[in-house]
């Protein structure tokens, strides 16, 4: 199944790529044409769960379906032996990036990644959605705004989770700055007890386990709009030793860190009556 949906990404993505090459030839023939119709997203055909895959490939479930990070598992664990080696974790990453690679030339570049974040995950990185454009490195800001946005959650939500070798469901709070003790002397001296506002997730970072905000241009260590394979891999390298908490060189479902939609979907499930 995966070698089928690869096969088609990296077809789709060469469509694109001659799209683009053929743009200025047909840009007055393409004026007068009327706007493609806005196609239905995948929730309109039951696809409620999403799972970005730690190379950023995104895996979706239904309605009562396992969450779809054991699809990712099981399909990352090619000799099915239940376990994913560092072998298959990196293989996971190289034939994504060959996928998106319509060229071949070992460079993601600004329409590959575009048609990564505008065809392969359109809901969560499309158009309407969330701007994640980075300026060029001369630019004031470029460097913070990478590491706030790109790679700032890398690492953020398995510490928040196995840092303190509790669960995420039961030994965290939802207000970060939350301390011990809080609940007993009760609501400040204006009795605001008022209940924080709920964290929002941009692009990404609620369906992957790293936060994420974009897990290809996450890669994109030098900051000048292009992902090496490389740069991909070396990613790749960070992103197996941030899960490989027993530090066995393998990976199970056990250890595997919650995302925040799953956590999400766990809560919405408890409350069920």
């Not at 030098?222 to 908490?245: H, I, P, Q, S, W």
């Amino acid at each position: 199944m995966r070698v089928w949906k690869r096969r088609r990404i990296g077809a789709l993505a060469a469509a694109v790529g001659l799209a683009g090459g053929l743009a200025g030839l047909s840009a007055q023939h393409s004026a007068a044409q009327p706007p493609a119709p806005v196609r239905p997203g995948p929730e309109a055909f039951g696809f409620t769960q999403l799972f970005i895959s730690p190379c950023g490939e995104p895996y979706r479930g239904k309605r009562g379906d396992p969450y779809p990070s054991a699809l990712w598992f099981k399909q990352a664990d090619l000799n099915h032996d239940g376990v994913v080696d560092k072998t298959e974790f990196m293989a996971d990453h190289a034939g994504f990036f060959d996928a998106l690679d319509s060229d071949g030339d070992g460079i993601l570049d600004g329409p590959e990644i575009a048609f990564y974040e505008n065809q392969v995950v359109p809901d969560v990185l499309g158009p309407g959605h969330v701007s994640l454009l980075v300026p060029p490195r001369g630019d004031a800001g470029a460097p913070a705004l990478a590491d706030a946005v790109l790679r700032g959650g890398e690492g953020r939500l398995i510490l928040a989770q196995f840092g303190q070798g509790t669960s995420p469901v039961e030994g965290t709070h939802p207000n970060e700055n939350y301390m011990p003790g809080d609940l007993a002397r009760g609501p400040g001296q204006d009795l605001g007890a008022r209940r924080p506002p709920p964290k929002e997730y941009v692009g990404t970072a609620k369906y992957n386990f790293f936060g994420e905000t974009e897990p290809v241009r996450a890669a994109d260590t030098n900051l000048n709009g292009r992902v090496t394979k490389a740069e991909f891999m070396a990613a790749a390298e960070r992103r197996f030793k941030l899960l490989d908490k027993r530090h066995d060189g393998k990976l199970t479902m056990d250890e595997l860190p919650l995302t925040v939609a799953q956590i999400e979907l766990a809560r919405q499930e408890h409350r069920k009556p």
